[in-house]
């Protein structure tokens, strides 16, 4: 099986450089162009079974309430249900979840990148004095673990695993700084080697146990629709014991996560961006594209225009 994370496409406030937390921020229309590329790209992705004509079937997506994520994740399931079959146990709508929103900024809500109020947002020190702490953003991503990830995930390690499950692939769509505290709750979870794999090796261990959950924080990069892919296995019966060493282990017994691609954006290839400020302006579902003016439908009504 296959976890795979997501960040959403350009929104009008990335482009406009703002703090865009809570904020509503919508798709710019290169934006939506990304969320198409990788709808297509993750859709055709191949699964675990080791055979090429595999792909993977997604059989649950999940989303941050805001509309930038919820679209990219709408553009995800869009792609599944074009590509056709029957797998029964492909997902059938985007659910959504207030608990993946980004962080929130608060006062800083709409300031601009660099303004004097404005601190290291991935830092020590928070963006704004009243933003949210890193704390209360791992209690909203453990909760969503809680509630959607780990009975999914659980349940993996139960029975012997068939070719089923290894096309099987969950996607979780929201935000830079959500998504980095969701990846290392779960690696927390089930994965302390695994997490302490892809530590900086300068981040030592010590001091109070706050400051050891900021250390045990990854920040991987993500781009706009930039994803992350972690391989979900049985676990051979020999590493439940390496990684039985207190709490943060609790939920490692049969499962076993890895990050296989960080930050992938290869569906953005040659993708440009339009000029004259149109890529970078709020996208207009009304407008109509080229294939609608010279589609089958618009030769249809062509003709009977002459009627």
């Avoid at 930038?68 to 792609?79: P, Y």
């Avoid at 979870?189 to 695994?194: G, N, V």
Wanted: net charge positive; with cysteine; proline share 3%.
């Amino acid at each position: 099986m296959r976890l795979i994370l997501v960040r959403h496409g350009e929104s009008v406030d990335n482009v406009a450089g703002l703090y865009a937390g809570s904020r509503d921020s919508a798709l710019t229309a290169h934006g939506v162009l990304q969320t198409q590329r990788l709808g297509a790209h993750v859709a055709a992705l191949p699964s675990a079974t080791g055979s090429s004509a595999d792909t993977i079937v997604i059989t649950h997506i999940f989303s941050s309430d805001l509309q930038r994520a919820f679209a990219t994740a709408s553009a995800i399931l869009d792609a599944q249900k074009k590509r056709g079959g029957s797998e029964a146990c492909a997902a059938m709508d985007v659910v959504k979840s207030v608990d993946l929103r980004e962080r929130d900024f608060r006062s800083g809500e709409g300031v601009r990148f660099g303004a004097p109020a404005a601190g290291d947002v991935d830092g020590g020190r928070n963006a704004f004095a009243d933003a949210e702490s890193r704390d209360e953003m791992r209690v909203r991503a453990e909760r969503f673990i809680d509630t959607h990830l780990h009975p999914l995930l659980d349940a993996g390690a139960d029975g012997p695993l068939k070719d089923v499950d290894r096309r099987r692939a969950i996607v979780v769509v929201a935000h830079g700084l959500i998504l980095n505290v969701v990846l290392s709750s779960l690696l927390q979870h089930y994965a302390p080697l695994e997490l302490a794999r892809l530590l900086p090796p300068s981040l030592a261990v010590g001091g109070s146990e706050a400051a050891q959950r900021r250390r045990l924080e990854l920040r991987v990069p993500w781009s706009n629709t930039g994803y992350l892919v972690m391989s979900v296995t049985k676990r051979k019966t020999e590493e439940t014991e390496d990684e039985k060493n207190g709490d943060t282990a609790r939920r490692a017994d049969g499962i076993r996560l890895q990050v296989t691609k960080v930050n992938c954006v290869e569906h953005l290839d040659g993708l440009k961006k339009t000029r004259g400020g149109i890529g970078s302006a709020r996208f207009d579902p009304t407008q109509k594209t080229m294939d609608a003016f010279f589609g089958p439908s618009a030769q249809k009504r062509k003709r009977g225009d002459g009627a």
